[in-house]
């Protein structure tokens, strides 16, 4: 894939999502059954979910990160780049306690975030309910369903826009905002700038499939796991649900800018990733890991995407790509959610194949 920006510089990336802030504690089997949670499960939030996250903070000892999908990747992104404000990160929070620490979280990783604020509905949750080394997630997104195209009108933010190079976003925002999704990109292919999206959840692929296939022809990078394959082949009814003729067909797809082939990249766990560069079918093998050592592999495609990208605007080759997202993956996979220390001690030559 030709390569755009050979160095990181404040701005490069820049990212709209849906930020959750993650609530995390040590909860007992009554706090989980009055809310009816299984101990190693992840559900959206209804109404006797509400203050669930209140209740927490109220009689347990809560830990806060910046969560959601996009927001994990561009902070992962963040820390190996090392840039302050190499990254912009947009999407709806409240006006709210939980949207201040959020906002502060994410300063304190080096990210830029320009919020657009509500101001009845509260900052997103995932309320993360631990119990020994099972892992019950509530996700309650409120104001992150209320992101709008106008808040990329604002000059300050269109100015933002303007100054990136390199443009993200997880397929989670289709079920809020496809149109500011679409505006990014479009301004992306017309300036000759990286578009890349993610399948992210299987139910995208088919629920949602009209205004992913609205997005496909602007999408330069197209990052997925093996399930979401499979549920894009059956939306589209293609004719295998091989991993590698899923990744080659999406691959071909008509495609707005035409400077550049579509990149592919599939992960599948503990499997080699799959690539697609140029027509050409690519494996990398993973980082080998003992069972024991993983804690938990929610937010390892995140990770995968985030370290990926961070090589990528700082002008790495396809191969430095993805020893960096190998990188943050096998890291992430063992913590208890998307934590980071202060620096990471990647190199392109620490994570070979």
Request: proline residues 5%.
């Amino acid at each position: 894939m030709n390569r755009i920006v050979r160095h990181s510089s404040e701005g490069i990336l820049f990212a709209i999502g849906n930020p959750l802030l993650d609530i995390s504690a040590e909860v007992n089997e009554e706090f989980l059954n009055r809310y009816n949670l299984e101990p190693n499960n992840s559900i959206l939030a209804d109404d006797r979910h509400k203050h669930m996250c209140e209740e927490m903070v109220k009689h347990f000892t809560v830990d806060y990160v910046p969560g959601g999908a996009t927001q994990n990747t561009v902070r992962i992104a963040q820390w190996l780049i090392g840039v302050p404000n190499a990254t912009t990160f947009m999407g709806c929070i409240g006006r709210d306690e939980f949207g201040q620490i959020l906002e502060r979280k994410l300063r304190e990783a080096g990210v830029n975030p320009r919020y657009k604020y509500h101001d009845t509905e509260p900052t997103g949750t995932c309320a993360v309910c631990l119990t020994g080394t099972n892992r019950s997630l509530v996700a309650y997104l409120a104001a992150a369903n209320h992101f709008t195209k106008d808040h990329l009108d604002i000059p300050e933010n269109r100015e933002l826009m303007e100054k990136a190079h390199y443009f993200y976003t997880a397929g989670f925002p289709l079920t809020v905002c496809p149109d500011a999704m679409l505006e990014m990109a479009k301004f992306a292919a017309a300036n000759d700038r990286i578009f890349s999206m993610n399948l992210s959840a299987p139910f995208l692929c088919t629920l949602f499939k009209d205004p992913m296939m609205q997005l496909l022809p602007y999408v330069d990078i197209l990052f997925g796991n093996e399930l979401e394959a499979e549920s894009f082949a059956e939306a589209h009814q293609l004719p295998s649900k091989d991993l590698k003729a899923v990744a080659l067909r999406l691959a071909r797809l008509p495609k707005e800018n035409g400077k550049r082939g579509r990149l592919v990249v599939f992960t599948q766990g503990a499997k080699p990733t799959i690539v697609i560069q140029e027509g050409r079918v690519l494996e990398f093998p993973v980082v080998p890991i003992s069972e024991k050592d993983i804690v938990d592999t929610n937010g390892a495609g995140d990770a995968f995407v985030g370290g990926f990208l961070a090589q990528m605007v700082q002008g790495g080759a396809l191969e430095d790509c993805i020893r960096s997202g190998n990188y943050a993956a096998n890291y992430i996979i063992q913590q208890s959610g998307c934590q980071l220390p202060d620096k990471p001690n990647f190199s392109r030559d620490s994570v070979g194949f």
